[in-house]
């Protein structure tokens, strides 16, 4: 690959990496203003909580049926 080729590259990959790092730091308002008291990291331990508990109840259903 040319040298200009890649400078094209790394032009192109540093535009995303500025969406996604401005996306990531919306997000992370958002879920604060919503109330999750650590953003990002507390919804997704919110999330997984919900699902272990939905697999849970889906055991339990299942064993009793």
Known sequence: MKNKDLLK???KLE????????ELQYL??????LG??????TLK???LEMLEAD???GN?????G
Do not use: H, P, Y
């Not at 999750?36 to 990291?41: C, M, R």
């Not at 339990?60 to 009793?64: G, L, V």
């Open 55 to 57: 697999q849970k109840k």
């Open 28 to 33: 992370e308002r958002l879920t604060r203003a």
């Open 60 to 64: 339990k259903t299942e064993s009793n």
């Open 15 to 22: 535009s995303i990496n500025d969406q996604l790092a401005a």
């Open 36 to 41: 999750f008291a650590a953003g990002l990291k």
């Open 9 to 11: 590259k790394v032009a």
């Open 45 to 47: 331990e919110a999330a």
